[in-house]
């Protein structure tokens, strides 16, 4: 059973929608993390979060601990965009990962 | 600072043989993980290290093998190359481990084994 479960797994947009991810866990946690992989396979890391909401640039991270579900908000979507956006949380003394979920957004 | 490097970047083995995927970080960080990324999976912790000469075990360390013999590098082995072992691996570092620590990764290595 995944600890972490993400959707959707593939998501479509057309340039300047509005896009959201969700991330949902099943473990109690501290923090919560948003990765991104570009389509050359690096990972960076987004957000860490344990509260709230979190704003970098047009992405927006929020998190709800008792309901154990996160959110990753892309506001008017760019082609830049594209990726695989992972959640990530530390339990057991591992760092467990969601499956990622693939945006493509199109001109 | 070059951050977290691999090598190589792609490989493809046959069935049965050996090599070893490097890794490598600049950040003077204490720890340091090994990840294999399967289609349609989370990343899965091989291996991981708290310190130079210091290893343990993570999710899936069945055939492969790690050391840490300075802090910045990292290598893992990989014995009797399967094609179950057809992956890519992610090395990551840390500069402590627990819920609110950033792992900065490197590129990866995409492995085939034939």
């Known amino acids: 059973k995944n600890e972490v479960e993400q959707s959707p797994q593939n998501l479509t947009a057309q340039e300047g929608e509005f896009i959201t991810i969700n991330c949902s866990y099943s473990v109690g946690i501290s923090a919560l993390h948003w990765l991104q992989q570009h389509p050359g396979g ?7 979060l344990s509260s709230g909401k979190k704003k970098h640039g047009r992405l927006i991270a929020t998190i709800n601990i008792q309901e154990k579900h996160s959110s990753l908000h892309i506001t008017a979507s760019h082609p830049r965009d594209s990726a695989v956006y992972i959640c990530a949380v530390f339990f057991n003394n591992d760092m467990r990962f969601g499956a990622g979920t693939r945006l493509t957004v199109k001109p | ?55 343990d075990k993570g999710e899936v360390p069945n055939g492969y093998n790690v050391s840490r013999s300075t802090t910045e590098d990292f290598p893992l082995r990989l014995e009797l190359a399967a094609p179950s072992q057809t992956s890519v691996y992610f090395c990551a570092s840390s500069s ?9 990764f490197g590129p990866g290595t995409r492995l085939t084994v034939l």
């Open chain 2, 96 to 104: 402590s481990r627990g819920s609110y620590n950033e792992q900065f």
């Open chain 1, 42 to 48: 690096g990972i960076v890391s987004l957000f860490m």
């Open chain 2, 1 to 55: 600072n070059a951050g977290v490097t691999q090598t190589p970047k792609f490989r493809i083995l046959k069935i049965g043989q050996s090599m070893t995927l490097q890794c490598t970080q600049d950040m003077n960080h204490n720890y340091m993980y090994w990840y294999r990324q399967d289609p349609g999976m989370g990343l899965k912790l091989i291996y991981y290290s708290v310190g130079a000469g210091i290893t």
